[in-house]
């Protein structure tokens, strides 16, 4: 009760980790058991819409493309955006941030519960992974020692000895937010019917995007009941 919101809120019962890399494989993987054509290293070159159909033209190699023709296209691109004008226009922004795996400090014996708070520490058999830390301005995707130096002392704040133990594994991404609020865009594109975008799934994509994933159908056969919070914008 002491707890108020005005777009609901999520009940999250139990913390962890996970592999993004390895979960998109699992659901490429899936999608094709499911009788779902998948290419990758396949770019987006251009996309319209006539009346009749979302047309999608595709790189071929260096010299040729292909148009692919759909009832909707739906646009996931991520930090993909910057090349395409009709996304740039949405107001998106891409936020770096960076993971660090340690050695689990042998002062830790036992199981550990993840933890969050100063970031965020998730036990991972006999390592630990620690996060994140926010760049807004960046060149590349390449781990930043100081901002490795700058998670191993915020989270040591919760878990003493994490600052000096080996370090095993760091990984540097990309979050893509909508600047006007932490939530994402799912829809339409401005003065669009068949090309949609969903996107702008920030830090908290995990647990939105299955959400409105579920929802999706629906809301193709009847856009008015997408969420006015997460519509693109109109102009």
Aim: proline share 10%; aromatic share 6%.
């Amino acid at each position: 009760p002491a707890v108020h919101t005005s777009i609901g809120a999520f009940y999250v019962s139990r913390g962890g980790a996970v592999d993004v890399p390895a979960m998109v494989e699992a659901l490429l993987a899936a999608a094709k058991q499911r009788g779902a054509t998948v290419e990758t290293e396949t770019p987006a070159v251009y996309w319209r819409e006539t009346p009749d159909a979302a047309i999608l033209e595709v790189g071929r190699g260096p010299d040729d493309t292909e148009e692919l023709r759909a009832d909707r296209l739906l646009l996931t691109i991520g930090q993909g955006y910057p090349p395409f004008p009709e996304l740039q226009r949405l107001g998106l922004r891409g936020i770096k941030g960076q993971t660090v795996r340690v050695r689990r400090p042998e002062s830790l014996p036992g199981p550990r519960c993840p933890l969050s708070g100063r970031g965020y520490v998730v036990p991972d058999g006999n390592t630990l992974i620690l996060g994140s830390n926010y760049d807004n301005n960046f060149d590349d995707l390449t781990p930043d020692a100081d901002a490795t130096a700058y998670i191993r002392e915020k989270t040591a704040r919760m878990v003493p000895g994490v600052d000096e133990t080996e370090i095993v594994d760091v990984r540097a991404g990309v979050r893509v937010k909508y600047t006007d609020s932490t939530l994402p865009l799912l829809g339409p594109l401005p003065r669009r019917d068949r090309l949609w975008t969903f996107t702008a799934l920030g830090s908290k994509g995990l647990l939105t995007a299955p959400l409105l994933a579920l929802a999706l159908p629906e809301y193709l056969q009847d856009p008015s009941g997408i969420p006015d919070a997460v519509r693109p914008p109109t102009k």
